[in-house]
């Protein structure tokens, strides 16, 4: 064997060698990293259910009903266009009201967002940047206008909470 040759041969053996490792690399992170979808896009692309997703939008006024558990709760999330029904066992964030934006984690079954963590905003002009680009994406949100759910200034604010 040349010296030409083994020169090629050493370099075609470490592209292998990188190959398989970004390959391991990138299934090791495939079970770890959660998507995010806002529910127009669960609607137009269904998920695996066993596949934890993230989802995120307005929790709609009026739906916030604590289940036959006391930890137990159902409200249902949207973008505007399409509304998503969560049930989640637990204790919410204190700042978890209707009309404000959250972002829920957990699997999609049978239609209904199984969430085992939901994450509220953390103030009043927060909107957390995946709500705020689902709600611009539908045209329901400008950059510049208060987030949805907010008071305008001079009004009292939203008092939502449970129901």
């Known amino acids: 064997m040349t010296r030409k040759n083994q ?3 050493m370099i075609v053996g470490g592209l292998a060698f990188l190959g398989i490792a970004a390959g391991l690399v990138l299934t090791a992170f495939e079970d770890s990293v959660v998507f995010f979808f806002s529910p127009t896009d669960l609607q ?16 709609e006024s009026g739906s916030v009903e604590r289940g036959p558990a006391d930890a137990e709760i159902r409200f249902v999330v949207t973008d505007g266009n399409t509304s998503l029904p969560v049930r ?6 204190d700042l978890f009201r209707e009309g404000q934006g959250i972002v829920a ?9 199984q969430a085992d963590e939901v994450l509220a905003k953390h103030d009043e002009t927060y909107m ?12 329901h949100w400008k ?19 449970d129901s």
């Not at 137009?44 to 929790?59: K, S, Y």
């Not at 984690?105 to 967002?113: H, I, N, P, S, Y």
């Not at 957390?128 to 045209?139: F, N, R, T, Y």
């Not at 950059?143 to 909470?161: K, S």
């Open 44 to 59: 137009a692309q269904p998920t695996d259910p066993e596949r934890r997703i993230r989802i995120g939008g307005l929790v």
């Open 7 to 9: 020169r090629i041969a």
């Open 105 to 113: 984690q957990g699997r999609l079954r049978d239609a209904v967002f």
């Open 88 to 93: 989640y066992v637990g204790i919410l964030p």
């Open 143 to 161: 950059e510049g206008d208060p987030p949805p759910g907010t008071a305008a200034p001079g009004t009292a604010p939203n008092a939502g909470g």
């Open 128 to 139: 957390p940047k995946e709500v705020a680009d689902a709600l611009k994406k539908q045209g």
